[in-house]
T-cell receptor, first 111, second 119 residues
Framework: QKEVEQDPGPLSVPEGAIVSLNCTYSNSAFQYFMWYRQYSRKGPELLMY????GNKEDGRFTAQVDKSSKYISLFIRDSQPSDSATYLC???????????FGTGTSLTVIP | NAGVMQNPRHLVRRRGQEARLRCSPMKGHSHVYWYRQLPEEGLKFMVYLQKENIIDESGMPKERFSAEFPKEGPSILRIQQVVRGDSAAYFC?????????????????FGPGTRLTVL
C-alpha cells in the first residue's frame, strides 16, 4: 500500500468552477501537509502548507486536513485556465524529514 | 534572490555512461533534497544532504547512485553506468531549516529539474 494515494485524474472543468482535489494517506505520523502545483516540464511550486488538522485559506485556494480520516483536500474557487497544471499533495512526519508525494492530479480548466 | 538552479536541464547518455546532475540551492539554504519523478508517478525521495553531510539516503538505490554536497559548490547527484530505467526527471529542492520553530522551517523550494534520457 502506498503511503500517499492521489487520484491521477485527469480532471477537466469549465472556467469559474470550484475544483476539489484530494489525497488520502496511511501513516498517522504525518503532521505537515503541502500542496504543490507543477506546470508541464517545470519544477513543483508550493501552494499551501498546513500543520496538523484544520483549514487554511489563501486567496482562491483552501486547504483542509482531517487527520482523523487521514484525508486532505485542496479547493480552488473561481478556477482559471492558468490553474491548468498537475497538483501534487505532499506530507512529512517532522521538520527535516523527507516529503512523501502523491502521484499528482492533472487539472485542465477550459475557457 | 535566485531560486534553486539545476543543470543541465536535459541530459542524454548512452547505457553504461555516467551522469552528473548539479544543484545550486537558494542563497542561504544549506539543506538539499533530491527527488526522482518517473512518468505517471509522483516524486520519490532519494537523499537529503547538508553541507558535507548525508542526513538520509534511504531512498537511494544501493548501487550506482551517489550524492554529495561539498562545503563549496553545488550538490552533485552521480549515476554510474546508467541504464534505460534511470531515464526520469530529477528534481532538487533546498530548504533553509534555519533552526526556527514552526511548520515553515523546512519548506522545500524546487528547482526546474534535469531530464535524463538514457539511450
Amino acid at each position: 500500500q502506498k503511503e500517499v494515494e492521489q487520484d491521477p485524474g485527469p480532471l477537466s472543468v469549465p472556467e469559474g468552477a470550484i475544483v476539489s482535489l484530494n489525497c488520502t494517506y496511511s501513516n498517522s505520523a504525518f503532521q505537515y501537509f503541502m500542496w504543490y502545483r507543477q506546470y508541464s516540464r517545470k519544477g513543483p511550486e508550493l501552494l499551501m502548507y498546513t500543520y496538523s488538522s484544520g483549514n487554511k485559506e489563501d486567496g482562491r485556494f483552501t486547504a483542509q486536513v482531517d487527520k482523523s480520516s487521514k484525508y486532505i483536500s485542496l479547493f480552488i474557487r473561481d478556477s482559471q485556465p492558468s490553474d491548468s497544471a498537475t497538483y501534487l499533495c505532499a506530507m512529512s512526519r517532522n521538520t527535516g524529514n523527507q516529503f512523501y508525494f502523491g502521484t499528482g492530479t492533472s487539472l485542465t480548466v477550459i475557457p | 534572490n535566485a531560486g534553486v538552479m539545476q543543470n543541465p536541464r536535459h541530459l542524454v547518455r548512452r547505457r553504461g555512461q555516467e551522469a552528473r546532475l548539479r544543484c545550486s540551492p537558494m542563497k542561504g539554504h544549506s539543506h538539499v533534497y533530491w527527488y526522482r519523478q518517473l512518468p505517471e508517478e509522483g516524486l520519490k525521495f532519494m537523499v537529503y544532504l547538508q553541507k558535507e553531510n548525508i542526513i538520509d539516503e534511504s531512498g537511494m538505490p544501493k548501487e550506482r547512485f551517489s550524492a554529495e554536497f561539498p562545503k563549496e559548490g553545488p550538490s552533485i547527484l552521480r549515476i554510474q553506468q546508467v541504464v534505460r530505467g534511470d531515464s526520469a526527471a530529477y528534481f532538487c529542492a533546498s530548504s533553509p531549516l534555519n533552526g526556527l520553530a514552526g511548520p515553515r522551517a523546512d519548506e522545500q523550494f524546487f528547482g526546474p529539474g534535469t531530464r535524463l534520457t538514457v539511450l
